[in-house]
């Protein structure tokens, strides 16, 4: 199971093997808070099946999301390795079956396999940069042009064709982009009307090219 995820393909059977007997699985509901933001860090969580988004929220209530991730992928390291809380809050976004490894054992596996570290450091530094088009996103484009833009980031080519197969729902891309939810309810209509986007369901198909403005 761990020799599929990116950072641990380097070790031997035996140590997978050791991680996964200390690794304990828990299933989640859909909607279930993970990590809060400013939570003491003691695991790695490591998905196996499902989804989680990662988000940032303040006083009010108000979220931005940060980034979602699916099966293979791992999230809770950055503290376990700065011993500072954790940064973001993780929330599952449908029925989810995690693996937790506690910071002890990870910990153990780390010193023993630097080069694990160095594996890590390219993750966050591809999430570093994730993070930095989001922000030029956020700071350079029109409310169209983050939507557009978020829906071709979360497209797969599909018999030829563009699909979010399950496709958000419009307050989480106004979550994700930073505008209300009603805004992104009349581009999408607007794009329908167009024909440029169909959706049936939870599907979402990208027709055509997307207009370059709104």
Do not use: C, W
Not at 79 to 100: E, F, H, Q, W, Y
Not at 109 to 119: F, I, Q, S
């Amino acid at each position: 199971m761990l020799e599929s995820i990116a950072i641990f393909s380097g070790l031997s059977q035996p140590e997978l093997e050791i991680l996964e007997n200390h690794m304990v699985k828990r299933s989640y509901q859909k909607n279930t808070v993970i990590i809060n933001e400013g939570d003491e860090a003691n695991s790695l969580y490591i998905i196996l099946d499902g989804e989680v988004k990662v988000f940032l929220s303040n006083e009010d209530g108000r979220e931005i999301i940060i980034n979602t991730q699916g099966a293979g992928e791992h999230f809770g390291e950055l503290a376990l390795l700065d011993n500072s809380p954790r940064s973001a809050s993780v929330m599952t976004t449908m029925k989810s079956n995690l693996g937790v490894v506690s910071k002890a054992d990870f910990s153990t596996v780390l010193t023993r396999h630097p080069e694990l570290a160095l594996k890590l450091i390219r993750e966050l530094t591809r999430r570093v940069r994730l993070l930095s088009d989001s922000v030029k996103t956020l700071a350079l484009m029109d409310v169209y042009g983050r939507v557009a833009k978020t829906l071709l980031s979360l497209a797969e080519q599909t018999d030829g064709q563009l699909v979010i197969e399950n496709r958000p729902t419009q307050q989480d891309i106004a979550n994700r982009i930073g505008a209300s939810r009603e805004m992104v309810a009349r581009i999408l209509k607007d794009l329908q009307t167009g024909n440029y986007i169909s959706i049936e369901g939870k599907r979402l198909t990208i027709n055509e090219k997307l207009p370059d403005a709104y």
